[in-house]
Structure formats: C-alpha cells, structure tokens
C-alpha cells in the first residue's frame, strides 16, 4: 500500500513538473462545456473559463484550503476533479458557488479537516470520490446528499464498513467501493444498514485485510455484485469467510485473488465449500495456487448460471452435473484434456470458452449439448484429426467455432456435418489440412465469418468455397494460391463484403476474380507482389470503400485507373510502394498530393526512383518543374504554327518584295551585266496619264539622243499579272526609275507599291537611280504617306515641273542629264 502511495506521489510529480514545464492554460476540450486545467500549479481558477462549464478537471493543482472565493459562481458545473490539489482543509462554503455538482472528485487530498457541513450542500452529488485522502470512517457528513449514487472510499484507512444511518433513504445508492482499507472484522451491526438500503448494490471489499466475518453478518442482504478478490489475510479466513456468507444473496460474485499476492496454498478439498452456503448466479474465481490434488472447485457453482474461472492448475476438472449453467468461461487452467465428459448432456449450455492453456490439451468429442452456441476453444495447441463433426456432436445450435491458435487441425470431406447453422468459423494461426484442396465447407450455408489466415492453406481448388453462400467476410492472409485458381475461387460468394488476402504471395490478380463480388466494400491485398491494380475499375466493385496495398510492387498508377476508382473509397493504403517519381507519372503524383484525404498514412508513400533507399516522400514532390515541362512540350508546337502561320501572312502579303528579292538573287546579281530593254521606267498615277504621254514621252522618247522609256499601259507584256510586270519589265527591266509624283500618285496604293519596290532597288543596287519629278506641290504631311518618299526628297534633289516655259525647258535638259549622265 505504501508503494502504492509512493507511486502516486511520483506520477503527481511528474505531472506537475511536465505540465509546469509547459506553462500552457486551461486546456479547452469542447468548446465552453469541458475543460481541463491539469497540472499547471493553479491556486485558483482562471477567469478564461466561461461560466458555462459543464465540466472541468483541475486535478494537479495547488489549493491549500478550499474556501468559497476559490469557486466563480459555476451553476452548469457538473463535474468537477481536484484530485491532487494538495488539499487540507474544506471550509463549509466551500462548494457554494458549485452546488449543482453531480461528481466531485477529491482523489489523493491529504484532507485534515473537512467542516461538517461542508459535502452537504451538494445536493445534486451523484457520485463522490474520497480516494486516498485518509479517511478513518465512513461516518461522513453527507446526510443531504439524497441522490448518491457512488461513494468510492478506496485506499484509506477505514476499519469498519458501518454505513451512516440515514443512507437507508438513499435510494438509488448502488455502489460502494472499500478497496485497499483497513477492514479486518465484519459483524452483524456493521450490516444494519446495507441489509435496508435496497437490492442493487454493488460492494467492494478487495485487498482489504480481513480476518472474520461474524456468521449471519451477510443475511437477508441482496447484492448485485460483491467483489472480495485479496480481501482476505489468510486462506483459512476465506474458508470461513466463505462460510460466514450464509444466507446472502449476490448475483454476482468475485473471488479468489491478484496476480500480485501470493502464499495461498490448497490443502484441503473443501476449501471452497462455504460457497454452498449462500446464493449467486454468476461467479468469478480467479484462482492462482495449484493444486495438488483434485479440488472441488464446481461442487458449490451448479446452481450458478454464468461460471469463471482463470489462472487454476485445475489439470483435470471434477465431474459435477451443472444445473443451470449457461455460460462456462475456463481460462488458462492449465487442463490436459477437454472435459468433455463433464460437460457433455448438459442441456442448459450455451457458451464455452475453454482457453489459453498453457499445456497441449488433448481433445476429446463432447456431445448432446442442444442449447451450445458459442464454443471458443482457441489458444490450447490442439491437435485434432477429424474436424469437425466428431469434436461436436449434438449441438445443433452451434454459431460460433474458434479454433485459432491451436496446433494442427484437419478436417475431413462432410467434416461439418450436423454444424449447418455455423456462422462464424476461425481457424487463423492454425495449420489446417484439407481446407483449400476439398470442398470440405460445401454445407455451411448460413457460413458468415471464415477466418484462415496464417493456415498454412494452399488454395489449389477452385471450389474451396463452394456453398457459402452466406459469406461476408473472408480472412486468407499469410496463405498462398497455386496457378490462377484465385481468378475462379470467390465466384459463388456472392455476399462477400470483406476480404483479406494480405501476404498471400500474389503476383497479379484479375477482374474476373472480383466478378461475382458486387457487395464487396473491404479488400487488403496488403504485402503481395501486385504490379497492377487496373481491377479496381471493375463496375462490381464500385461498393469498395477501403483497399489496402500497402507494401506491394506498384510504381504507378495509370490515369484511367485513377479516374475511375470506386465512388465511396474512403481508405486507400498505397503506401511502401516503389513508387516512380518522374515526370511521366505527374498525374499519378498529382492525384497523390491531392488526395491525401483518402490515403492512409500518406507520409510513407515513398519515392523509390530517386534512391531506392530515399525516404523521399511523394507528397513532397515538386510537380511544377514538370508542369513547367509540360507546358513547354504543349506551347511550343502552338508557337511553331502561330509562325508559320504569321509567316504566310507575311509572304503573302509581300510576296512581290519577295519574288523581287529572288529574281535579284536569280539574275541580277550585277546590274552591269544585265540587258536592260528600257531606259527607265515611268511610275506614274493612271490620272497623269495625259501628261506622261503628251509631254513625257513627247520630250524624252522623240529627243536625241531617244530615251526608251518604260510604259505599262505600253510595254506591259499581256498574260502576265500586273504584278510581275512591274518587277519583270519595269523596275527590272529597266535601267532608271522615273517616278511622276502627284496628289493621284500619292493617293494610289498601285503606285505607291511600284515606289516601295523601285527603292529596295535602289537599296541593292547602288548605281540604280530614281529620279522624282514633282508634277504638282504636295503637301509635306502627305509625301509621308508613301514610304521613302519624304526622306528621298530631302536627301535627294528632285525635278519639278512647271509650265512656265523658260524653266519648263531647263526641266528637259535636266531630265535628259539625268538619265543619260547615269547611262553608262
Ligand atoms: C506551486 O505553487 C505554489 C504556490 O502557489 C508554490 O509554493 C510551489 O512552489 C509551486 N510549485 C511549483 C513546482 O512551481
Ligand atoms: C442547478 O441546476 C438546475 C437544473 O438542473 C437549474 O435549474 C438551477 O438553476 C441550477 N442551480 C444552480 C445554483 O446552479
Ligand atoms: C441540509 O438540509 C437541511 C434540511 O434539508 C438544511 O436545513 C441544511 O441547511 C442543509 N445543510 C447544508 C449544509 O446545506
Ligand atoms: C489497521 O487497523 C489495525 C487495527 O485493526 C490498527 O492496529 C492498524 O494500525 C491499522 N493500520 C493502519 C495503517 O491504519
Ligand atoms: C442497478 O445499478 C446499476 C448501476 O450500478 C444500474 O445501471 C441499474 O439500472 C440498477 N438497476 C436497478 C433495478 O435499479
Ligand atoms: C442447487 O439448487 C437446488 C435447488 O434448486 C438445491 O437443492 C441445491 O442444494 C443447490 N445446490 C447448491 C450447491 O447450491
Ligand atoms: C478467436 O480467438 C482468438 C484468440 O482468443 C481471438 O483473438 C479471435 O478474435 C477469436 N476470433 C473471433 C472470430 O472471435
Ligand atoms: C455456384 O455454384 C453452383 C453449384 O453449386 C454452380 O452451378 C454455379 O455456376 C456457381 N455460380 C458461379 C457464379 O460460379
Ligand atoms: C456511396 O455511399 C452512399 C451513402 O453512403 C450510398 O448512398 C451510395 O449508394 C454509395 N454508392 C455506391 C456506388 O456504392
């Protein structure tokens, strides 16, 4: 007890000092209902608690007393933990602003004082919790607290279990917990107001010193449970406590003792005799001596409906006749043999669990249990031949069969014959014979649980599981397949909503292995060698809402996988897989980082072609240098077409500067080479026509020496188009240009082409010449409409005409020079 103390003093001190080292404030753990203040060395309580709070753990803190101002007016407070507040006095107004309590804890005060009324203005109190703040009685000053319903008094140093008087009105008082006192004698006077108090309480005495109990203490006291497990200080004083209990009625009883204590020893066979003394219907023994002889420990319990018992070396149990047991639990006894033959006729059975023994049980048929349900009789390292039908005879009700854990099981053809209403069957961690290879479950048609993982099956018939049509869930984990029978074996279980074939060596599975599984909604493929998944996409599996594949050898999942996985799959475990991180699988990565919602631990979705030993997660990944990528690969052919296309407007649009250009790359490289046919071509404006003919051709076509001039409404070769003309005969074909600028020139887009092309002549060929005569004044602001034309005007000089005749004459002289001085 004192190491008890010792401990709890430890944990309060590492509590204080953790929560101390974290300074943080009250907790909020539901949002102005619960709170908790745990740990921070308050002396009061903060003002961030609203005074809504419904309930509030303050345990770990620092009151010294506990008077009215420590309290807020806290009406909606209803639970409310102090334990560890270092505690020593309670002044009577203490819990006044706090009165609607329902739960007080007070656990591990060290509680001098308590003012008498102190507890009794708690009217609401339900439950109050005195744990380990030295009490020495239970004479408490609670008469108020009509409403009690728990009083837990553990661990202090009561000597007398003596209720106050008035809590005979307290009626709906149902538990009252002793454990760890200091009661040692229990006379009939400390009984008076148990034995009035009501018939559904609940008492603990455990680990409590007990010496005597004064017979008759007990009788005409009704108990739901009584719990008196280490209650006693010696083995002799259980048997004759045992004894004392007469005329008790409990119905439920605990007894027996901790793993913790020990020096019982069995030395007589009537040790437990007094148990025929009183009345139980469930009892609990929690045994650890062994026996050295056979004890009668079920002689007492026929009569009871519900027996336990654990931890006994019972080796072999006696052969009693039970009355009316309906549920036997016998757990870790260390039996050699099944007690069949106890057991067998009993008609009342309905549950056995006869586990976790620690010697190899032998087993034998038990038979003609009508009622039996429920037999669990795994962990027994049972070695069994011929399952199942021969181990149960009988027992036509039987639902539930565990026979995990055992040794070696082998069930023969029919071997489940008189077992058809089974509903759950499990044979996990357990070698199994035949299962896999027969259609040995072929009558199992109400079958809703099969559990063979870890068998040791190899699954090499397809027809395994023919007649289980009832099937729901399916465990195979740690098994294997032979050849491709895992396409074909769940073919008729059509109700199967969960399947487990985790680390059953697959390599590959297929849609027609899920063909007939519409109802499916759980499948773990867990630990294979799995590449694909594209089965996920098989319309009857559109119920799946968990797939789990963790630890498999997927690198990636395709797109139209991923677009059409089950609509409700809410658990999608893809983790420790090789997954491929480049820039090909971004929609792979992408559908990862977004759906992470989904994924189960998506921080172990690893990366394993960066470094197959990298813990490089792919949530982590950077999508956008692939993006970036992407883009380029997407942008550039669109840019390429958007040229080409920019680039034909061009061409087209200046395909005669283009062919100008090609014919001077083609022919003309030398103008002094080539054979001009005119002397220079006139560009002029249709509307001038008049003039070029009566006064241009006039004057330079009929002078000496004759100047052959170029004149397309002339010399323009018919066939071929205008434009080619121009180049062809004219701005080629000739050796100068002459340009006749007017408002029409100006204003004509033929001209003003003719112009353009004339002077990127005149940009390849140096020696080439255009000679502007001005016809008629143009304003400066529209010589800029024609491109080049201003700057060669006022770079160059330039002819212009007039009509006086005096400067008309010096204007045909020029002319004439003009030309001829360049004709070479
Ligand atoms: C807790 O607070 C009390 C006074 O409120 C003080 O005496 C004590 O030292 C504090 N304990 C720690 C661990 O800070
Ligand atoms: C106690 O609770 C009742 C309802 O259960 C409420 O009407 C009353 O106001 C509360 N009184 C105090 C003092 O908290
Ligand atoms: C207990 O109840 C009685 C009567 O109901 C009342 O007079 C008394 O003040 C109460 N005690 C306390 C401490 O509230
Ligand atoms: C327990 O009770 C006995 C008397 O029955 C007494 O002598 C002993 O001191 C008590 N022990 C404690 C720890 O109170
Ligand atoms: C008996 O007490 C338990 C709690 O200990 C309670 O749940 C149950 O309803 C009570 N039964 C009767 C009949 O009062
Ligand atoms: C069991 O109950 C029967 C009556 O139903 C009674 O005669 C018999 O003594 C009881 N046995 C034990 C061990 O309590
Ligand atoms: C069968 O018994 C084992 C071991 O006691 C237990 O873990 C398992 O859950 C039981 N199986 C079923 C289906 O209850
Ligand atoms: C189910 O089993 C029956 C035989 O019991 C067979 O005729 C039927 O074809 C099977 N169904 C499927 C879907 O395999
Ligand atoms: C998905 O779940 C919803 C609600 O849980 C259900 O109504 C619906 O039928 C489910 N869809 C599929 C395809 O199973």
């Not at 076509?701 to 001039?709: K, R």
Request: charged share 20%; net charge positive.
């Amino acid at each position: 007890m004192a190491a008890l103390k010792m401990g709890f003093y430890a944990i309060s001190v590492f509590l204080i000092c953790y929560y101390i080292a974290n300074g943080e404030p009250c907790t909020r753990i539901i949002e102005n209902l619960h709170y908790s203040c745990m740990g921070r060395n308050l002396s009061s309580i903060p003002s961030s608690i609203p005074s809504s709070v419904q309930t509030l753990d303050f345990s770990f803190n620092f009151f010294l007393q506990l008077k009215k101002t420590i309290f807020p007016v806290l009406s909606f407070l209803r639970v409310l933990d102090l334990s560890r507040c270092h505690i020593r006095q309670i002044e009577n107004d203490a819990f006044y602003n706090v009165k609607n309590l329902t739960t007080l804890f007070l656990t591990g005060n060290p509680i001098i004082y308590f003012a008498p009324g102190c507890l009794n203005t708690l009217y609401n109190l339900q439950r109050l919790v005195l744990v380990d703040i030295g009490l020495e009685s239970l004479q408490l000053n609670i008469n108020n607290l009509t409403k009690l319903q728990e009083l837990n008094v553990g661990t202090n140093y009561i000597q007398s279990m003596t209720l106050p008087p008035f809590m005979t009105t307290f009626k709906d008082f149902s538990l009252l917990d002793l454990h760890a006192n200091n009661i040692s004698i229990i006379r009939t006077d400390h009984t008076v107001v148990l034995r009035e108090i009501g018939r559904n309480m609940t008492l603990i005495l455990t680990w409590n010193p007990l010496l005597h109990i004064e017979p008759g203490a007990f009788k005409d006291v009704y108990l739901r449970q009584l719990d008196i497990r280490s209650a006693f200080v010696s083995f002799s004083a259980q048997k004759a406590a045992l004894k004392a209990l007469h005329g008790l009625n409990v119905k439920r009883l605990i007894f027996g003792k901790y793993r913790e204590d020990n020096g019982f020893h069995f030395v007589d066979n009537d040790v437990l005799d007094g148990l025929c003394c009183f009345n139980f219907q469930e009892v609990s023994y929690y045994v650890l001596e062994s026996a050295k002889t056979t004890i009668a420990i079920f002689r007492c319990m026929i009569n009871a409906t519900r027996i336990t018992v654990k931890g006994g070396n019972i080796f072999k149990m006696e052969t009693v006749h039970f009355h009316k047991t309906k549920e036997l639990y016998l757990i870790n006894n260390g039996l050699g043999t099944l007690p069949t033959k106890q057991l067998s006729h009993l008609h009342t059975l309905e549950k056995l669990e006869i586990t976790h023994n620690s010697e190899p049980i032998f087993a034998e048929p038990f038979t003609d249990l009508p009622k039996l349900q429920y037999v669990d009789l795994s962990d027994n390292q049972l070695k069994i031949k011929h399952c199942c039908s021969t181990l149960l005879s009988g027992t036509p009700q039987i639902n539930y069969l565990n026979l995990s854990l055992n040794s070696e099981i082998s069930v023969d053809v029919g071997g489940f014959e008189g077992l058809d209403s089974l509903e759950i069957l499990d044979f996990s961690y357990t070698r199994v014979v035949r299962i896999g290879y027969l259609s040995v479950l072929s009558n199992l048609k109400n079958l809703r649980y099969l559990d063979v993982s870890y068998s040791s099956v190899t699954f090499s018939n397809i027809f395994c599981f023919l007649g289980l049509s009832s099937l729901n869930v399916l465990k195979m984990a740690g098994n294997n397949f032979q050849g491709n029978v895992a396409k074909y074996v769940f073919n008729n279980l059509t109700l199967l909503e969960h399947l487990d074939m985790s680390f059953c060596h697959l390599v590959e599975l297929h849609t027609s292995s899920f063909k007939y599984l519409q109802r499916l909604r759980h499948l773990n493929v867990k630990g294979n060698y799995l590449i694909k998944i594209d089965f996920l996409t098989h319309p009857n599996l559109k119920q799946l809402t968990s797939f789990y594949v963790e630890k498999n050898s997927i690198t990636a999942i395709p797109l139209h996988v991923l677009q059409n996985l089950p609509m409700n799959l809410s658990e999608f475990d893809l983790s420790f897989n090789p997954i491929d991180c480049s820039c090909s699988q971004t929609d792979f990565m992408l559908w990862i980082i977004n759906n992470q919602r989904v994924l189960k631990q998506p921080e172990n979705i690893l990366c394993k072609t960066i470094s197959p030993n990298s813990d490089f997660r792919v949530t982590d990944f950077d999508i956008d240098h692939c993006v970036y990528k992407k883009k380029l690969i997407i942008v550039l052919p669109v840019f390429c077409v958007v040229f080409i296309v920019v680039l034909s407007i061009l061409v087209y649009r200046f395909q005669f500067y283009l062919r100008y250009f090609w014919i001077l790359l083609r022919g003309y490289r030398s103008p002094g080479q080539q054979e001009c046919s005119y002397d220079a071509f006139v560009i002029f404006s249709s509307y001038d026509e008049a003039w070029v003919m009566n006064e241009l051709m006039e004057n330079l076509e009929n002078g000496v020496p004759p100047i052959q001039l170029c004149l397309h409404m002339r010399d323009f070769q018919a066939g071929k188009s205008i434009a080619s003309n121009i180049i062809d005969e004219g701005i080629m074909g000739s050796r100068k240009i002459i340009v006749v600028v007017s408002q029409h020139f100006i204003d004509s887009s033929w001209c003003r082409f003719e112009f353009e092309l004339a002077q990127s002549r005149f940009l390849m060929e140096r020696n080439a010449n255009i000679i502007i005569i001005i016809l008629e004044d143009v304003a400066e602001r529209k010589t800029k409409k024609v491109i080049g034309l201003h700057k060669h005007l006022k770079k160059n000089t330039y002819l212009k005409w007039s009509r006086d005749p005096l400067s008309n004459m010096r204007f045909w002289i020029r002319l004439r020079k003009a030309i001829v001085a360049t004709k070479q």
